[in-house]
């Protein structure tokens, strides 16, 4: 009884498996370019100086280019060097790591289609929020 449940479960897991790897290429296609172009678009401007607008760029370019932490992190580091403000930078990373635009097909597959519109708009949104927070405590201690 035990194996037999067993077995269906393996078997029912392998095809939601492969059913998902299409989108889980995709998604890390998609994701691969977003971050090789990324570097290109800073050095084009795209940061102005403006902290309400460096923000929502900040999110939303961070919102497409969901990675690794590390990787965010890194370039975060990188744009700091390169002039760009804190609260672009930091809503960018806060985007990157709670928001993906690019794994929203499968998120719906697995989680349902409200339920991820919902947690990208909040996450997209709290990002924005987050990053003045830190930087104006940042700025109140010191």
Aim: hydrophobic share 55%; net charge positive.
């Amino acid at each position: 009884m035990l194996r037999h449940r067993l077995e269906r479960s393996l078997k029912k897991t392998a095809r939601t498996f492969v059913n998902l790897l299409p989108i889980i290429i995709g998604m890390l296609l998609l994701t691969s370019l977003a971050v090789v172009v990324f570097p290109e678009q800073i050095s084009a401007g795209l940061f102005g100086g403006n902290d309400a607008l460096d923000a929502l760029i900040g999110a939303s370019v961070g919102s497409v280019a969901a990675g690794h932490p590390l990787a965010s992190y890194l370039l975060g580091g990188e744009l700091l060097k390169g002039g760009v403000s804190l609260i672009a930078v930091t809503a960018l990373i806060v985007s990157w790591v709670t928001v993906g635009i690019v794994q929203l097909p499968a998120e719906a597959l697995m989680l349902g289609l409200r339920f991820a519109i919902y947690r990208n708009v909040i996450g997209f949104f709290t990002a924005i929020v987050i990053a003045f927070l830190c930087v104006h405590t940042l700025r109140l201690i010191g």
